[in-house]
């Protein structure tokens, strides 16, 4: 079965501290692979996607993503954090079918 | 081109009642997904729909909850006889295609449900 697994369920960082947060998914098949975002009282927004191609993947506000697939892995990096970044994060699969994990909130302390 | 639309924002019913929710895609995708996001927890899977089917249900409780997506219209996710616990953010999603597919899932801003 498919299945997609964050293990950092709550985070909690200084502004300017670097961000990694990490995404672990099951599936023995071809697989796209997302990182959603959902800033406080809004909608999921898509913040970067994997299909093929370059494993580092750069996506808006300076986030990016690596695609390891020996470790069936996709973590989501960031630098530097923003207090901006306060938001829940959530980490996607496309095999089969379309799966997410259960998110991660973090709060940047300014 | 406007993005998934959905409606009521927020909607309020006393337990018994029936709630529904509706959903309407983004402009030519053909596939719905609906949600549940319980407070303190992540997206629920719960219902896949193309037009006029039902593709993959498996998140969704046996009883009092159904969902439709008609050849006209919006997708429409029924919840009846709520009780406190549906209390929830449910959100929809559209894409162009699923499965082995690059295209992603749009989400719309959500329906909170507050049962009273």
């Known amino acids: 079965a498919q299945s997609v697994s964050q293990h950092n369920h709550h985070v909690i960082l200084s502004e300017a501290a670097s961000l990694e947060l990490g995404c672990n998914y099951s599936?023995?098949?071809?697989?796209?692979l997302f990182w959603y975002v959902q800033y406080p009282g809004q909608h999921l927004q898509l913040l970067l996607k994997?299909?093929?191609?370059?494993?580092l993947v750069k996506g808006i506000k300076g986030f990016e993503a690596e695609f390891i697939k020996s470790k069936f892995s996709f973590n989501l990096r960031k630098p530097s954090v923003q207090w901006s970044d306060t938001a829940e994060y959530f980490c996607a699969v496309n095999g089969n079918q379309f799966y997410f994990g259960t998110g991660t909130s973090l709060t940047v302390i300014p | 081109n406007a993005g998934v639309m959905q409606n009521p924002r927020h909607l309020v019913r006393r337990r018994g009642q029936e709630a529904r929710l509706r959903c309407s895609p983004m402009?030519?995708?053909?596939?719905v997904y609906w949600y549940r996001q319980l407070p303190e927890e992540g997206l629920k899977f719960m219902v896949y729909?193309?037009?006029?089917?039902?593709?993959?249900e498996s998140g969704m409780p046996k009883e009092r909850f159904s969902a439709e997506f008609p050849k006209e219209g919006p997708s429409i996710l029924r919840i009846q006889q709520v009780v406190r616990g549906d209390s929830a953010a449910y959100f929809c999603?559209?894409?162009?295609?699923?499965?082995?597919?690059?295209?992603?899932?749009?989400f719309g801003p959500g329906t909170r449900l507050t049962v009273t």
């Open positions: 999603a559209s894409s162009l295609t699923s499965g082995q597919s690059s295209y992603e899932q749009y």
């Open positions: 599936y023995g098949g071809t697989v796209n």
């Open positions: 729909l193309q037009k006029e089917n039902i593709i993959d």
């Open positions: 994997y299909f093929s191609g370059d494993p």
């Open positions: 402009k030519g995708h053909s596939h």
